[in-house]
T-cell receptor, first 115, second 116 residues
Framework: AQSVTQLDSQVPVFEEAPVELRCNYSSSVSVYLFWYVQYPNQGLQLLLKYLSGSTLVESINGFEAEFNKSQTSFHLRKPSVHISDTAEYFCAVSWPSGGYQKVTFGTGTKLQVIP | EAQVTQNPRYLITVTGKKLTVTCSQNMNHEYMSWYRQDPGLGLRQIYYSMNVEVTDKGDVPEGYKVSRKEKRNFPLILESPSPNQTSLYFC???????????????FGPGTRLTVL
């Protein structure tokens, strides 16, 4: 079975400091990897995804994630965070099963940016 | 505007009183899904639907029912709610495999359910 582990439930960081949110996955098949962000009192929205090709993917708001197959990781990074980045971040994996798409989410990491 | 809508956004009910949470999407998506979000547990999938009249259980289906009679709608039914179903519920949709890749899901704003 496929699974996702986000080891850090909360990550406090000062404004303008760098941050890394960790995501590790376990899978017996090839998977596709996603990061979603949930701002307070909102639904989840896609931040970035890795399907194939370059292992480094970037979002429009400065986040990036690198797919590392050997370490089965997809960590999310940002070199300088802003107050507006305060949110909960979910890593997810997706894979084909029986002609359909299956997906599982991690438990989430709350990023708290401190002024 | 492309969106997933859910109603109601907030609901307080009592044990055993049947309820339905509606979900609708206007993007002609094939795939729809229901999740519950609980502190420390992240999102857990309840049911999903690959297309009209095609549904399957997710990881935590007990106590829930769904139906997919139209492509745009995917209601979640709690026949006899219990306090352990108090949670934040999200509906989501995606193109599905017809999109040629594993596409992202679009989420509704959430329904906060309290069962007393």
């Amino acid at each position: 079975a496929q699974s996702v582990t986000q080891l850090d439930s909360q990550v406090p960081v000062f404004e303008e400091a760098p941050v890394e949110l960790r995501c590790n996955y376990s899978s017996s098949v090839s998977v596709y990897l996603f990061w979603y962000v949930q701002y307070p009192n909102q639904g989840l929205q896609l931040l970035l995804k890795y399907l194939s090709g370059s292992t480094l993917v970037e979002s429009i708001n400065g986040f990036e994630a690198e797919f590392n197959k050997s370490q089965t990781s997809f960590h999310l990074r940002k070199p300088s965070v802003h107050i507006s980045d305060t949110a909960e971040y979910f890593c997810a994996v997706s894979w084909p099963s029986g002609g359909y798409q299956k997906v599982t989410f991690g438990t989430g990491t709350k990023l708290q940016v401190i002024p | 505007e492309a969106q997933v809508t859910q109603n109601p956004r907030y609901l307080i009910t009592v044990t055993g009183k049947k309820l339905t949470v509606t979900c609708s999407q206007n993007m002609n998506h094939e795939y729809m899904s229901w999740y519950r979000q609980d502190p420390g547990l992240g999102l857990r999938q309840i049911y999903y639907s690959m297309n009209v009249e095609v549904t399957d259980k997710g990881d935590v289906p007990e106590g829930y029912k769904v139906s997919r009679k139209e492509k745009r709608n995917f209601p979640l039914i709690l026949e006899s709610p219990s306090p352990n179903q108090t949670s934040l519920y999200f509906c989501a949709s995606s193109i599905g495999l017809a999109g040629g890749a594993y596409n992202e899901q679009f989420f509704g704003p959430g329904t906060r359910l309290t069962v007393l």
